[in-house]
């Protein structure tokens, strides 16, 4: 029996709903995004042959939408569309001739672009200054992100250029370059952190800070390609991208005018390979009409233009055979299934394996032994399978289930509650956890130890390295007996440690791989208990009390410190001379230059020091403390919530405003 148009409709919906949630909840998509178009159109179509069970909730009828909380929304001046995709000559071929037709001429003017992957933002200019940037949201209302956008170099505060219009509203796309992508990747992982899947979530999750010195931290990049600026007549799209770039903003590069559709085509092939080397991240071709004249005679659907059309390169996919599913054990237990296949060349790298992330991941791919996988790599940097072929299966193959008991050390795996991830809860006997620890501990941000994974690995199997405190009892001897290990090897070693007994007390916080605490929380921590017992006795609410800590760090830090053989381990961190706690007035005294001559300002609220403190801190290196701002300060110190009048006003006088943690490295206080 096969379904009604009704059920189908319903199932569909389901369907779509599932994985707009994988996509964008849990980031983990299971599909293409052909498949999904492919999904959505499908409903599309049943709808509109059976309108009696059209539905405002369907998924057809959403704009998608970005709006997070957090952030106060605003309406956007002119609703923000989306374009209609295309992944095939065909459909660009069809809009082609239907702008013809409408235009009622045999050539038009057609704007090709790259589509630039990442977020749109919609930024406003009154008498040249930027007042606001919008995220798209929901298309009708968008997040108000200017703090954090006002982060980023490329985007003037100030337009350049003459005749400006009073009021300026500019749309583009906010970007994060792949090197910039990786950096923070690195980072990310360093601190035990997941990395971000691809430049694209890696841009809206910075976007999305609620601290705009972090995002000044992480160098996003914008371009553009709308200008709404009355006053000016911008008749065609050319003259809108050039007007962008008067203004001093980045306008979409790349940009031709085409007057055929081989013109069209081809520029989609050449980007199609060429676009590979740029620096930042595209996922296909934007086509629009130059002539803006032709915009209303061509009209929009709810969604989006019929004047522009999005043309999407296809992610590059191969078949492979799958050789086996292995389970790596991370530092905190985490199991995560890989998949390992014959190799093959994918966007110009050759893979073999991908990570199935998780046992739900794992089960929705069905995976047998020896299947034939498909294997994909798009706007994701990381390959992904994608989808197996059970018609290419041995009937004989057997499922591949997720283990249940951990692969290195035979302990039960358990789950955390609202968790998908399994646990394998043997903290101290299982060993790729303990050594993933070690170098951890060892690593640059934390003790900084230069010591490699293989010669951990070594000692941990001979028994000399069981715990992070036992870098410090190591001896001559022992480190004898790792393989091609020489003198000049032991004593370098031997002096790295002794050298990181000086690290800061943050960094060993850092070190210690409490679960959730990465570099960042631990300096947090590092400033709010200038000492670890301190740490070590607050209670719940006390940390919770701190700004950025919440219930789960919190949990996470008392459950740490009621283990013995935690506090065994502190007790003889200290024993061996290392001092875990700060001391402010020690780094007051220090008096350096650095701030001569400049009058500072401090303003808002500030997360590692109070304003007394920086005062002593802006003291302590010659600079000078004032009241209010004028043409003589030099810089403004602002932390969280400047109010807008001294905003303003730093503005109209051109007065640089440095965050907390500019300031502090400025001064020397942390490292980079
Ligand atoms: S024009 C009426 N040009 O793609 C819509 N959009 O799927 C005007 N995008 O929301 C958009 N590069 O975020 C346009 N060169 C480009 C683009 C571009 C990327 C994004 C934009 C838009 C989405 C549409």
């Not at 923070?184 to 035990?192: A, F, K, L, S, V």
């Not at 609202?418 to 640059?444: D, I, M, S």
Request: aromatic share 8%.
């Amino acid at each position: 029996m096969s379904d009604s148009p009704k059920q189908q409709i319903e199932k569909l919906r389901e369907e779509i709903e599932q994985h707009n949630y994988n996509y964008y909840v849990a980031a983990q998509p299971l599909i293409s995004d052909i498949d999904f178009d492919k999904l959505m159109k499908r409903l599309e179509a049943l709808e509109n042959e059976f309108p009696e069970f059209k539905d405002p909730h369907s998924p057809t009828q959403r704009v998608g939408s970005d709006l997070t909380g957090g952030f106060k929304s605003y309406p956007h001046r002119v609703p923000m569309l989306s374009l209609a995709n295309t992944y095939n000559f065909e459909e660009v071929t069809g809009f082609w001739q239907r702008v013809l037709e409408v235009a009622g001429k045999e050539e038009v003017a057609i704007s090709a672009e790259l589509k630039f992957d990442g977020l749109s933002i919609a930024l406003h200019y009154h008498n040249g200054y930027l007042e606001q940037a919008l995220t798209r949201g929901d298309g009708l209302v968008g997040d108000d992100v200017t703090a954090n956008v006002r982060t980023i170099r490329s985007i003037p505060l100030k337009l350049r250029g003459t005749h400006i219009a009073e009021d300026i509203e500019v749309r583009g796309e906010v970007l994060m370059p792949f090197a910039e992508f990786e950096r923070i990747n690195r980072e990310r992982q360093d601190e035990g952190e997941d990395p971000f899947a691809n430049p694209r979530n890696a841009a809206s999750g910075t976007l999305k800070m609620l601290n705009p010195e972090v995002v000044s931290h992480r160098h996003l990049d914008a371009v553009f390609y709308y200008l709404f600026e009355e006053e000016h007549n911008l008749s065609t799209q050319e003259l809108a991208l050039q007007r962008i770039a008067e203004l001093g903003l980045k306008s979409s590069p790349h940009a031709i005018c085409c007057h055929s559709l081989e013109e069209i085509l081809d520029f989609i092939n050449y980007w199609a390979d060429k676009r590979h080397s740029l620096p930042y991240p595209t996922d296909g071709v934007v086509l629009k009409v130059e002539d803006k004249s032709l915009y209303e005679a061509l009209g929009t659907t709810a969604k989006s233009p019929r004047w522009a059309i999005a043309y999407k390169f296809p992610a590059e996919q191969a078949k492979t055979k799958l050789e086996n599913v292995s389970f790596q054990v991370g530092r905190t237990g985490v199991i995560t299934p890989v998949a390992n296949f014959a190799a093959i060349p994918l966007s110009g790298t050759i893979v073999k394996r991908a990570t199935l992330h998780n046992a739900d991941f794992m089960a929705a791919l069905d995976l047998h032994e020896g299947d034939w996988i498909t294997v994909e790599k798009g706007g994701e940097i990381i390959p992904k399978v994608v989808s197996t072929d059970p018609t290419l299966r041995d009937p004989q193959a057997k499922r591949i289930a997720f283990v249940s008991l951990c692969p290195e050390c035979g302990t039960p795996l358990i789950q955390n509650e609202g968790e998908v991830a399994w646990y394998c809860p043997n903290k101290e006997g299982c060993a790729p956890q303990t050594k993933a620890l070690l170098e951890h501990f060892a690593g640059r941000k934390a003790a900084n130890i230069n010591i490699g994974s293989e010669t951990i690995s070594q000692l941990y199997d001979l028994g000399f390295l069981r715990r992070v405190d036992q870098f410090y009892t190591l001896t001559p001897q022992q480190l004898a007996e790792i393989t091609h290990f020489k003198d000049k090897a032991i004593n370098n070693l031997l002096r790295s440690i002794e050298a990181s007994k000086a690290r800061p007390y943050e960094s060993f916080l850092f070190g210690l791989g409490i679960p959730f605490v990465g570099e960042k929380v631990a300096q947090i921590l590092a400033k709010a208990f200038p000492d670890i017992e301190q740490l070590a006795q607050a209670s719940s609410e006390e940390l919770e009390a701190i700004n950025d800590i919440g219930n789960k760090i919190a949990g996470s830090i008392k459950e740490w410190f009621a283990i013995d053989r935690h506090r065994t381990i502190i007790h003889n961190l200290q024993q061996a001379g290392i001092s875990l706690s700060t001391n402010l007035s020690e780094k007051k005294e220090q008096v350096s230059t650095t701030l001569l001559n400049k009058s500072i300002v401090i303003s808002g609220t500030f997360e590692h020091h109070s304003r007394d403190e920086y005062e002593a801190l802006i003291v302590a290196h010659g600079g000078k403390r004032t009241g209010s701002i004028s043409g003589k300060t030099s810089f403004i110190l602002a932390g969280k919530d400047m109010g807008p009048t001294k905003l303003e006003k730093a503005h109209a006088l051109g007065i640089p405003i440095i965050g907390e943690e500019e300031f502090l490295s400025l001064i020397g206080e942390k490292e980079e």
